[in-house]
């Protein structure tokens, strides 16, 4: 079946650094979202992409659409310590695809340097 | 605009008692879903709408049941609660477009089952 898989599955920031995370799925897609939970909330919708090779920004937020449309990438500038939290990837599940529904990965969870 | 909301926040449930998980959107959307957390595992797909009066099945519907009545509710039920379904539930909706993936989630149940 489908399977996105995230990568890193966690890391540490320092405030200011830059900050990278990946998704790469076994079929193509034809949307990529990115979503981040702060904890005890839900998942808030950050960027949509609809088009292959389309970068896309949302603050100090980037997100790319992949040209071979298997994976997309988020970077993160200058990270304040409000953005920890936990990114996930969606993108279109293919059997209800048309239902609008999604399948997710299994998230990124950014924390704080100790 | 309250967007999606759930009810109730937290429930502890014994095992084999019965409850229903309340959700409503105000953004007069089409599609709803209800998706459960675990860690480690991401957001997985119960049950899920695609227009009053009508239902279908997730990637891990059963133990759960599901109404769709009004347009605005989406509920979600467990007739004999048990240990494994201790999670954190999350509703989503989403506006019916083609093309248009962008599910917008509520805030979230956590539940728990002695």
């Not at chain 2, 119960?46 to 009004?70: F, W």
Request: charged share 15%; glycine share 12%.
């Amino acid at each position: 079946g489908q399977q996105l898989n995230q990568s890193p599955q966690s890391m540490f920031i320092q405030e200011g650094e830059d900050v990278s995370m990946n998704c790469t799925s076994s079929s193509i897609f034809n949307t990529w979202l990115w979503y981040k939970q702060d904890p005890g909330e839900g998942p808030v919708l950050l960027i949509a992409l609809y088009k292959a090779g389309e970068l896309t920004s949302n603050g100090r937020l980037t997100a790319q659409f992949g040209i071979t449309r298997k994976d997309s990438f988020l970077n993160i500038s200058a990270s304040i310590p409000s953005d920890v939290g936990i990114y996930f990837c969606a993108g279109p599940l293919n059997y209800g695809g048309s239902q609008g529904n999604l399948i997710f990965g299994k998230g990124t969870k950014l924390s704080v340097k100790p | 605009n309250a967007g999606v909301t759930q009810t109730p926040k937290f429930r502890v449930l014994k095992t084999g008692q019965s409850m229903t998980l309340l959700c409503a959107q105000d953004m007069n959307h089409e599609y709803m879903y209800w998706y459960r957390q675990d860690p480690g595992m991401g957001l997985r797909l119960i049950h899920y709408s695609v227009g009053e009066g009508t239902t279908a099945k997730g990637e891990v519907p059963d133990g759960y049941n599901v109404s769709r009545l009004k347009k605005q509710n989406f509920l979600l039920g467990l007739e004999s609660a048990a240990p494994s379904q201790t999670s954190v539930y999350f509703c989503a909706s989403s506006p019916l477009l083609r093309g248009y993936n962008e599910q917008f989630f509520g805030p979230g149940t956590r539940l728990t089952v002695l």
